[in-house]
Nanobody, 119 residues
Framework: QVQLVEYGGGLVQPGGSLRVSCAAS????????MGWYRQAPGKERTLVAR???????TYADSVKGRFTISREDAKNTVYLQMNSLKPEDTAVYYC?????????????WGQGTQVTVSS
């Protein structure tokens, strides 16, 4: 139905930067909210950032001022620019996309991409 492919991620030193992206494909009428969540080992999956169709953004307090979420609707893609990375940002990052289907709204998850912040 909806396929989400994530790009980016990897190993970066503390203080460094990284960008992850997520492209959606499939048979949908439109994309509504797009977001990024993360899950560290032994912890629950939590919201990192979200962006609405109108461009309104929401951030977790722990990433405000360091991370920026953006979207490129022509490419059905959402980005997360991560700056001033800290070891506590280490986690698997998942994109989350809300699409309008013929039968209603559908929430889809990406496969996850590992981000490791370590020296």
């Amino acid at each position: 139905q909806v396929q989400l492919v994530e790009y980016g991620g990897g190993l970066v030193q503390p203080g460094g930067s990284l960008r992850v992206s997520c492209a959606a494909s499939g048979r949908f009428f439109s994309i509504h909210d797009m977001g990024w969540y993360r899950q560290a080992p032994g912890k629950e999956r939590t919201l990192v950032a979200r962006i609405t169709r109108g461009g309104t953004t929401t951030y977790a307090d722990s990433v405000k001022g360091r991370f920026t979420i953006s979207r490129e609707d022509a490419k059905n893609t959402v980005y997360l620019q991560m700056n001033s990375l800290k070891p506590e940002d280490t986690a698997v990052y998942y994109c989350n996309v809300e699409t309008m289907m013929t039968y209603g709204r559908l929430i889809s998850w990406g496969q996850g991409t590992q981000v490791t912040v370590s020296s």
